[in-house]
């Protein structure tokens, strides 16, 4: 008041000001009584809802009363096995794991903040019943999985594996009045398990590139899978002396529930265009996709296996490249967490079929022998000064033999960007890549960043800088109408000599 | 020295109860891999029964449990299930902490209680109740009651001999020459039907009286001298 009394010249602009600040304050307290007390008040809320798919696979193995139980209780039962592994906040776990399977959720200590804690991360998990109540109120489940044992250091932000084990357990369900309950999650077998490569080794050479189709780069490539197009890059492709190239799999399109069988089969039909030229390809994972969390790996698991089940056979797979530059994700997400992530999609795909060779393409010589001992084959990008290529591949080269033994090494994306801050220089990327590629005949694989130009380019790719994208746009060896470029030419020379070894090889 | 003993002395007695305490607190996951483990002995049995009403001759789905002192898999072999109804015992093997079997419900109606037991350990009750079967075919029995009739059936049965329990609802309908005269329902009492109809809502003409109890059906022609037309 006294403030009015003060201004009274203002009171009639005040009045309303106050009576709008009253009327702000009452909704954002009536916004606050209706929110909810809790993290989680429903199960739904508790059950991952992230892809529209599960992790793990359900069989109902011809066991009497299976088949009556709903859809709706199976996927129940399988959120609440999925939940368990993520170390769901107390209120909820009492709730709906009861005795014994509560006991189990507590093993993974890794759900408290406890700088030091032990975890186990369940993957390739199925699932089948082994009993249904006749009355459909109490259901056994055998699980069959493979189980990583973890110890977390957070102070150090080490991560350690303590074991591999194939495992069999079993989980008992109660229907109850709120609902099903677990109360039981108990092992019934366990083996330690290593998954060893059993892949062909690579003593072929290959001269590559990195395709997208120019008119659908990146997250376009499968949702418009321009046919076309895509062959005609493929033939054109042949004709520069490439005998392979290197794609991307789009995570987001291979894992939603609505789209992946169309992914597979847009895969499958690539590779089958490839295969019909004699073009191998490798089919680089995970691409576009930066998330390392244990909660996580269930579904990249259940991901990678899918593509590996679907082309893991495929007369034109050269390798599946199990992500793309991991190594820019270390200052994020912590390089033991990606490494072990790594290990685990390695072994995910080798307990699917053993023969697939696998690589991870490092962005970096740096990082290039990371792992080195259990992928198939080494490969790493070289964007760094073309003076010194050749003495980084003798070093990684080097390093691998040492640690490895004869590991065939790979340079999946070296290139030059024609853009600079006064206009296109398509003659100094031709200077630059033929002066990169001469260096390389000591490569097993070289595969050039990339066919063509690309008209858009989204931030999500390179950031928001406009110059970075700018530069991303223009690292094409040849133009839109397939006239080559003087890196193209500098290309095409390339694989002429670089596959010609292959002949002497013969 | 006197006060140093006392602190060793508590501090030994602590340890010992911690260790206790760890000891005791320990849950295995592994008691199914390796059910030989003391901590895996059967120290409950949990009993289910279901569905926990059912007809004559229905199946019935029993589960044993048996559980650990941690809440997980008992190390049983076999449990024993006794009907106390008829004091019939039934034996089922154990199989990862689960016994199960099908039984065929009894034809008598009623409440019949399971137990089972594992030697000395006995579970929970668990009840089911046996109800009648439908009904089979009853008659009515229709007597003149100044200006009304008086409708009785014989006690309804099911084909084991169950009386239908009371309280079970059955639909009348009279009807002459295929039009609706009246409908009602009433209820099952002591295992009959009875009820009245005033022959003032009868039609004149010849009519019949149809009764529908879970779907059996019984009728009856009215004559139209049982009322006579006089009550009009």
Same mark, same amino acid.
């Given at each position: 008041m006294s403030v009015l009394r003060k201004f009274?010249?203002?009171?009639?602009?005040?009045?309303?000001?106050?009576?709008?600040?009253?009327?702000?304050?009452?909704?954002?307290?009536?916004?606050?009584?209706?929110?909810?007390?809790?993290?989680?008040?429903?199960?739904?809320?508790?059950?991952?809802?992230?892809?529209?798919?599960f992790a793990s696979e359900w069989t109902d193995a011809g066991v009497g009363n299976a088949e009556k139980l709903a859809k709706a209780d199976k996927d129940t039962l399988m959120g609440l096995i999925e939940s368990a592994d993520f170390g769901q906040p107390q209120d909820m776990t009492r709730s709906v794991y009861l005795g014994q399977a509560q006991h189990s959720l507590s093993l993974n200590s890794c759900s408290s903040d406890a700088p030091k804690c032990k975890m186990s991360v369940i993957l390739n998990r199925e699932v089948s019943p082994t009993y249904v109540h006749g009355d459909l109120r109490i259901v056994s489940l055998e699980e069959k999985s493979m189980r990583r044992d973890y110890e977390v250091d957070r102070s150090k932000g080490a991560i350690q594996i303590n074991g591999v084990y194939e495992q069999t357990r079993q989980m008992?369900?109660?229907?109850?009045?709120?609902?099903?309950?677990?109360?039981?999650?108990?092992?019934?077998?366990?083996?330690?398990?290593?998954?060893?490569?059993?892949?062909?080794?690579?003593?072929?050479?290959?001269?590559?590139?990195?395709?997208?189709?120019?008119?659908?780069?990146?997250?376009?490539?499968?949702?418009?899978?321009?046919?076309?197009?895509?062959?005609?890059?493929?033939?054109?492709?042949?004709?520069?002396?490439?005998?392979?190239?290197?794609?991307?799999?789009?995570?987001?399109?291979?894992?939603?529930?609505?789209?992946?069988?169309?992914?597979?089969?847009?895969?499958?039909?690539?590779? $089958?265009?490839? *295969?019909?030229? #004699?073009? !191998? /390809?490798?089919?680089?994972?995970? @691409?576009?996709?930066?998330?390392?969390?244990?909660?996580?790996?269930?579904?990249?698991?259940?991901?990678?296996?899918?593509?590996?089940?679907?082309?893991?056979?495929h007369e034109a797979l050269l390798a599946i490249d199990l992500k793309n530059q991991a190594d820019l994700d270390f200052e994020n997400a912590g390089q033991p967490q990606v490494e072990?992530?790594?290990?685990?999609?390695?072994?995910?795909?080798?307990?699917?079929?053993?023969?697939?060779?696998?690589?991870?393409?490092?962005?970096?010589?740096?990082?290039?022998?990371?792992?080195?001992?259990?992928?198939?084959?080494?490969?790493?990008?070289?964007?760094?000064?073309?003076?010194?290529?050749? $003495?980084?591949? *003798?070093?990684? #080269?080097? !390093? /691998?033999?040492?640690?490895?033994? @004869?590991?065939?090494?790979?340079?999946?994306?070296?290139?030059?960007?024609?853009?600079?801050?006064?206009?296109?220089?398509?003659?100094?990327?031709?200077?630059?890549?033929?002066?990169?590629?001469?260096q390389l005949a000591d490569a097993d694989g070289v595969f050039v960043w990339t066919l063509h130009d690309f008209e858009h380019v989204g931030t999500n790719i390179v950031g928001h800088r406009p110059w970075r994208r700018a530069q991303q746009k223009l690292f094409g060896i040849a133009n839109k109408d397939n006239s080559l470029l003087p890196s193209g030419e500098a290309y095409k020379t390339f694989t002429t000599q670089f596959l010609n070894q292959n002949l002497e090889t013969e | 020295m006197k006060r140093i003993c006392f602190y060793i002395t508590m501090s030994l007695l602590t340890f010992e109860s911690s260790a206790l305490t760890t000891?005791?607190?320990?849950?295995?996951?592994?008691?199914?891999?390796?059910?030989?483990?003391?901590?895996?002995?059967?120290?409950?049995?949990?009993?289910?029964?279901?569905?926990?009403?059912?007809?004559?001759?229905?199946?019935?789905?029993?589960?044993?449990?048996?559980?650990?002192?941690?809440?997980?898999?008992?190390?049983?072999?076999?449990?024993?299930?006794?009907?106390?109804?008829?004091?019939?015992?039934?034996?089922?093997?154990?199989?990862?902490?689960?016994?199960?079997?099908?039984?065929?419900?009894?034809?008598?109606?009623?409440?019949?209680?399971?137990?089972?037991?594992?030697?000395?350990?006995?579970?929970?009750?668990?009840?089911?109740?046996?109800?009648?079967?439908?009904?089979?075919?009853?008659?009515?029995?229709?007597?003149?009651?100044?200006?009304?009739?008086?409708?009785?059936?014989?006690?309804?049965?099911?084909?084991?001999?169950?009386?239908?329990?009371d309280g079970q609802a059955a639909q009348i309908v009279v009807s002459s020459r295929g039009a609706l005269a009246e409908v009602f329902s009433t209820q099952l009492v002591s295992g009959r039907l009875n009820f009245r109809i005033k022959c003032s809502a009868l039609p004149q003409s010849e009519s019949s009286l149809s009764v529908n109890l879970r779907g059996v059906s019984t009728k009856i022609n009215i004559p139209p001298y049982m009322c006579g037309g006089h009550s009009r």
């Amino acid at each position: 008041m006294s403030v009015l009394r003060k201004f009274p010249f203002k009171r009639r602009r005040i009045f309303p000001v106050l009576m709008l600040g009253a009327l702000a304050v009452s909704a954002f307290l009536a916004g606050r009584a209706n929110e909810p007390t809790q993290q989680f008040e429903y199960l739904n809320e508790l059950i991952p809802q992230t892809v529209g798919v599960f992790a793990s696979e359900w069989t109902d193995a011809g066991v009497g009363n299976a088949e009556k139980l709903a859809k709706a209780d199976k996927d129940t039962l399988m959120g609440l096995i999925e939940s368990a592994d993520f170390g769901q906040p107390q209120d909820m776990t009492r709730s709906v794991y009861l005795g014994q399977a509560q006991h189990s959720l507590s093993l993974n200590s890794c759900s408290s903040d406890a700088p030091k804690c032990k975890m186990s991360v369940i993957l390739n998990r199925e699932v089948s019943p082994t009993y249904v109540h006749g009355d459909l109120r109490i259901v056994s489940l055998e699980e069959k999985s493979m189980r990583r044992d973890y110890e977390v250091d957070r102070s150090k932000g080490a991560i350690q594996i303590n074991g591999v084990y194939e495992q069999t357990r079993q989980m008992r369900f109660k229907l109850t009045q709120r609902g099903w309950v677990q109360t039981t999650s108990e092992i019934l077998s366990e083996n330690s398990a290593s998954f060893s490569s059993s892949a062909e080794i690579i003593n072929t050479k290959y001269a590559g590139l990195n395709y997208y189709p120019h008119t659908a780069p990146w997250d376009k490539f499968w949702t418009e899978f321009p046919g076309e197009e895509i062959q005609t890059d493929l033939d054109f492709m042949q004709s520069l002396g490439a005998n392979s190239i290197r794609i991307f799999v789009n995570h987001a399109y291979f894992t939603d529930g609505a789209t992946r069988d169309d992914g597979l089969a847009k895969l499958d039909t690539f590779l $089958n265009w490839s *295969a019909a030229r #004699k073009i !191998k /390809v490798i089919v680089t994972m995970f @691409d576009l996709r930066a998330d390392y969390r244990f909660t996580n790996w269930s579904l990249d698991s259940a991901h990678v296996r899918s593509v590996v089940d679907k082309i893991g056979n495929h007369e034109a797979l050269l390798a599946i490249d199990l992500k793309n530059q991991a190594d820019l994700d270390f200052e994020n997400a912590g390089q033991p967490q990606v490494e072990a992530w790594l290990s685990a999609m390695m072994d995910s795909v080798r307990s699917e079929n053993s023969s697939v060779p696998l690589t991870i393409g490092w962005s970096d010589a740096e990082h290039a022998t990371l792992l080195a001992q259990h992928v198939d084959m080494i490969s790493y990008h070289d964007y760094r000064s073309v003076k010194g290529t050749d $003495n980084r591949l *003798a070093q990684v #080269k080097a !390093k /691998v033999t040492s640690m490895a033994g @004869d590991k065939p090494v790979f340079l999946t994306e070296i290139g030059n960007s024609r853009w600079s801050p006064i206009g296109e220089n398509s003659k100094k990327q031709g200077r630059r890549l033929d002066t990169r590629l001469k260096q390389l005949a000591d490569a097993d694989g070289v595969f050039v960043w990339t066919l063509h130009d690309f008209e858009h380019v989204g931030t999500n790719i390179v950031g928001h800088r406009p110059w970075r994208r700018a530069q991303q746009k223009l690292f094409g060896i040849a133009n839109k109408d397939n006239s080559l470029l003087p890196s193209g030419e500098a290309y095409k020379t390339f694989t002429t000599q670089f596959l010609n070894q292959n002949l002497e090889t013969e | 020295m006197k006060r140093i003993c006392f602190y060793i002395t508590m501090s030994l007695l602590t340890f010992e109860s911690s260790a206790l305490t760890t000891k005791a607190s320990v849950k295995s996951p592994r008691c199914l891999l390796d059910n030989s483990a003391a901590i895996c002995k059967t120290e409950r049995l949990n009993l289910y029964v279901g569905p926990q009403s059912v007809e004559p001759g229905e199946p019935l789905y029993i589960a044993v449990e048996t559980v650990n002192n941690q809440g997980g898999s008992g190390n049983s072999n076999n449990v024993v299930i006794v009907d106390t109804f008829s004091g019939r015992e039934y034996f089922a093997d154990v199989k990862h902490g689960l016994a199960h079997l099908e039984i065929t419900a009894p034809i008598q109606a009623g409440r019949i209680t399971f137990i089972s037991r594992d030697y000395d350990i006995i579970s929970n009750e668990a009840e089911v109740l046996v109800h009648a079967a439908i009904p089979d075919d009853f008659k009515l029995v229709l007597e003149k009651e100044k200006n009304q009739l008086f409708v009785s059936s014989s006690i309804i049965t099911d084909k084991f001999g169950n009386m239908i329990e009371d309280g079970q609802a059955a639909q009348i309908v009279v009807s002459s020459r295929g039009a609706l005269a009246e409908v009602f329902s009433t209820q099952l009492v002591s295992g009959r039907l009875n009820f009245r109809i005033k022959c003032s809502a009868l039609p004149q003409s010849e009519s019949s009286l149809s009764v529908n109890l879970r779907g059996v059906s019984t009728k009856i022609n009215i004559p139209p001298y049982m009322c006579g037309g006089h009550s009009r």
